[in-house]
């Protein structure tokens, strides 16, 4: 797995303008940015391996959707029993992306999942993906990124797609609506606390601004129940992000 590269591109001279965009400067820091921005990214990433672990059926599908760098996908491949990586009972792991610079970086970080047939990388819009015979499905800070009207019809294909006793993991950035903005602006002082200045912390949140879009708790929830998930369970909450168990 090569090395990070420490995040900077905000702080630079050439800084990007304009909207966020997943591209090849973005996916070099990417693991170092999210590391320094998402407060609990740690354990997040290694619950949804543990869940993974546990929702996982044999000879089914996995997919990790908008898998950016296969964080999650590489969480659950390492807590896989071995006995379900080949015949009748390996699963099928496909990790999605619509950026192909993200997808670049994936297959340097996870080359030996890759060439063993464990994982599947996959370039495509996720209005495109077809979701079949899945135990599990996970969205992680995925959902945000998408036009509003765009969430709830991905949520009903997922829930079309799974098999019985399949679930779905999402984790999500939440819209908090606290009145004295606490959370929101601890969430701010983590990232500072983490080396960004003033200036990146800006800079980036004006390129966020109208690319992740973020929901409150409850439109969360209302909406997974809306796409059919009738057993919904938070597993996780570090400041302004959130993680549900929908089955």
Not at 196 to 218: F, G, H, N, T, W
Request: charged content about 25%; overall charge negative; aromatic content about 6%.
């Amino acid at each position: 797995m090569p090395p990070s590269c420490v995040d900077t591109l905000y702080a630079r001279a050439d800084a990007p303008r304009g909207d966020f965009i997943f591209d090849e400067r973005v996916a070099r820091v990417f693991a170092d940015m999210l590391a320094r921005s998402v407060p609990g990214l740690a354990e997040l990433v290694r619950l949804i391996g543990l869940l993974g672990a546990r929702l996982v059926q044999p000879g089914t599908r996995v997919y990790d959707l908008g898998c950016s760098l296969g964080a999650s996908s590489a969480s659950i491949l390492a807590r896989l029993p071995p006995s379900l990586d080949d015949g009748d009972a390996a699963i099928r792991l496909y990790a999605v992306d619509r950026a192909p610079a993200m997808l670049d970086e994936l297959r340097l970080r996870l080359d030996e999942p890759i060439q063993r047939g464990r994982l599947q990388p996959i370039c495509a819009d996720l209005a495109d993906v077809a979701i079949a015979d899945a135990s599990l499905v996970v969205l992680n800070l995925t959902l945000q990124f998408l036009a509003p009207e765009q969430r709830l019809p991905l949520l009903q294909r997922i829930r079309a797609g799974l098999r019985p006793g399949g679930a779905l993991i999402l984790a999500e950035k939440v819209a908090l609506g606290d009145d004295d903005a606490l959370l929101t602006q601890v969430h701010a002082d983590f990232k500072a606390a983490q080396g960004y200045s003033q200036l990146e912390i800006a800079r980036k949140r004006a390129a966020l601004e109208q690319v992740l879009i973020p929901d409150s708790m409850q439109t969360h929830q209302d909406r997974l129940q809306e796409a059919g998930f009738t057993r919904i369970e938070p597993f996780f909450q570090c400041l302004n992000f959130v993680g549900w168990v929908a089955r």
